[in-house]
């Protein structure tokens, strides 16, 4: 379940795994699901609001671009952690007044180039800002509860599954 803590929404670490397991699912079904550290994804989880804690900053692409890095980088699951990280992000932001608009093949160069350390943080920053547009995020942020399954399911966003995970 979503987490509001100073007007953003975060996602949880259930958040996350859900995630993780529904892309495998949808997508790559033969692959096994778990978490391998389940360390990693609790600091994973944790790096937007330490980002904007300790970099005092509102900016929902650095926020986002944390997330996304640190869950590619740290590789909590055993499977779809690319796609993991980009679809969490992309929700991240979409919970929080932004889309996601960026063509598939670009989220997965971006995702492919994070993991191979190819971009500074300020580059996928700076990505996340010229492939979004804002976004009335009321009716989804408009319950006390939001379930992120429901924002899957309900979503445009389409991750093409792709080689590595």
Not at 123 to 129: G, H, Q, S, Y
Request: net charge negative; hydrophobic share 40%.
């Amino acid at each position: 379940m979503v987490e509001i803590v100073d007007a953003v929404n975060y996602l949880s670490i259930d958040d996350l795994v859900t995630l993780n397991r529904r892309l495998i699912e949808e997508q790559t079904p033969n692959e096994p699901i778990s978490v391998l550290n389940p360390s990693n994804l609790s600091s994973s989880q944790a790096r937007p609001s330490m980002v904007k804690y300790y970099q005092q900053t509102d900016d929902m692409f650095v926020l986002a671009a944390s997330l996304i890095e640190s869950l590619i980088q740290n590789h909590p699951f055993a499977n779809a952690n690319k796609r993991t990280a980009m679809m969490a992000g992309a929700i991240f932001l979409l919970l929080n007044g932004y889309e996601l608009t960026a063509p598939s093949d670009e989220i997965v160069e971006m995702a492919v180039g994070i993991a191979c350390k190819e971009y500074s943080s300020e580059e996928i920053e700076a990505w996340l800002c010229q492939w979004s547009r804002v976004y009335d995020a009321k009716n989804l942020c408009n319950q006390k509860t939001i379930i992120i399954s429901r924002i899957v399911e309900t979503t445009a966003i389409i991750f093409k599954p792709y080689s590595a995970s």
